[in-house]
């Protein structure tokens, strides 16, 4: 990118010096050269679309985890069934730190390339491929054969950056199953963001709790999947509650319809909050992401009737059950794992309708990966880490 940069800036430069009468001091001219060469750069087609090699990040074994390391690689070919992709974006969750740590439970990752989450644009596909072609811009499923229905130990064994090679790379092959369009108005950035955080809130929220309008919904903290679940429950006429420990993440969540907003370190009794911002009813979905803390204290949240939606262990994975809690609100327990390929193009459909659009905190270059991982791992985001290639 910078040799392509560079060319342009010399090009336009040139350009410029020997046409006074676009810019008439020396720093008019060098000005107009800097604007013409972005522009150049901007309307340019993608320069490493078609490079040989390839850059790319495995993961290298590192005492009990892993490191990152950026190498190169011969471009990868399409076969029969696979579709080869540019990868413009990637984004991180919080599995991918569990992965580096080398505390996900993913068997030997060593060589494997981080990141189930991508999107990109067709760059070629093989001669048996019917469902994409040149130019389709595409995002990777986060199982790669989990296709709709019930999971099978097959399709949960078949997971993006854990199970089999993730998305950071600069180009990848996938089988074209593994693969679904990406709603028109997301760019790749924000296209990136869904596969995994996207459609857990999407599985948790609509395939599995059947979300009504009015509904009360309740968030943990203003990660990934508390942000799709926020923007989700909004656009559907629900009424979200969320937790942060942040004021102002809370002031941010509210401008983007949050119902109730409710600091979970100043007020450690947050759930009594909670229960008093539905009128005393309590929530009808959860979308449990704290895991041991948050556990019980969403239970007291919750209607009778109500649905919990087990998604992550933020503060730990080791929650007990509350088996008398549970009977009690006659509540409804999902365990939620992503979802299937049907599921991401039943969310991709309201994405498009809703013209929703995911919310990234802060985007990296394809460079400073290593700081994008340390920023998640930090907290300190709101919404969605992205990387670009
Ligand atoms: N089951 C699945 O399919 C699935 C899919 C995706 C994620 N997950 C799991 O779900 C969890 C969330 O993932 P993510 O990618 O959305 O994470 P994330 O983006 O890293 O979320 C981090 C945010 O969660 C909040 N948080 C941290 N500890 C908390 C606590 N003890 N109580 C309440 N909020 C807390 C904080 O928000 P504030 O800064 O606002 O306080 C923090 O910034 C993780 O455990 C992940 O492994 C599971």
Not at 190 to 196: G, I, K, M, Y
Request: charged share 20%; aromatic share 6%; proline share 4%.
């Amino acid at each position: 990118m910078a040799v392509f940069v560079a060319e342009s800036l010399i090009v336009s430069l040139r350009a410029c010096l020997a046409r006074p009468a676009i810019a008439r001091s020396p720093f008019q001219r060098v000005a107009a050269a800097v604007i013409v060469a972005l522009a150049m750069f901007a309307t340019a087609p993608d320069a490493r679309a078609d490079a040989a090699v390839i850059r790319k990040y495995e993961l290298q074994k590192q005492g009990s985890g892993y490191r990152l390391v950026a190498t190169t690689a011969p471009r990868p070919k399409a076969k029969a069934d696979e579709v080869l992709v540019r990868v413009r974006a990637v984004s991180l969750n919080r599995r991918d730190i569990m992965v580096l740590n080398g505390t996900y439970g993913a068997g030997d990752v060593s060589g494997r390339i981080p990141l189930s989450d991508g999107a990109g644009e067709v760059i070629a596909v093989g001669e048996r491929v019917t469902r994409f072609k040149p130019g389709d811009r595409v995002a990777g499923t986060f199982f790669t054969r989990w296709i709709e229905g019930k999971a099978t130990p097959d399709a949960l064994s078949s997971a993006r950056g854990g199970d089999v090679d993730g998305m950071l790379a600069e180009a990848i092959v996938a089988h074209e199953a593994s693969l679904v369009h990406i709603p028109e108005h997301l760019s790749f950035e924000e296209a990136a963001t869904l596969p995994c955080a996207g459609l857990t809130a999407w599985n948790a929220l609509f395939t599995r709790g059947k979300l009504q309008p009015g509904d009360f919904v309740l968030l943990e903290g203003t990660g990934g999947v508390s942000m799709f679940g926020l923007q989700f429950a909004v656009a559907a006429d629900a009424r979200a509650i969320i937790t942060s420990s942040s004021d102002s993440k809370l002031t941010r969540a509210r401008a983007l319809g949050a119902h109730g907003a409710i600091n979970y370190v100043s007020n450690p009794d947050w759930h009594l909050e909670v229960r008093e911002l539905t009128g005393g009813t309590g929530v009808d979905h959860v979308l449990e992401v704290g895991g041991r803390d948050t556990l019980p204290k969403a239970l007291a949240s919750l209607a009778i009737g109500g649905h919990v939606a087990l998604i992550g262990g933020l503060s730990g994975f080791d929650a007990q059950v509350p088996v008398g809690a549970l009977m009690g609100r006659t509540a409804a327990v999902s365990g939620i794992y992503v979802g299937s390929r049907a599921d991401f193009e039943a969310m991709n459909a309201f994405i498009a309708e809703h013209k929703l659009r995911p919310v990234i905190d802060r985007t990296f270059a394809f460079e400073d990966a290593a700081a994008a991982y340390e920023y998640m791992d930090s907290g300190s985001h709101f919404g969605k880490v992205v990387i670009t290639l």
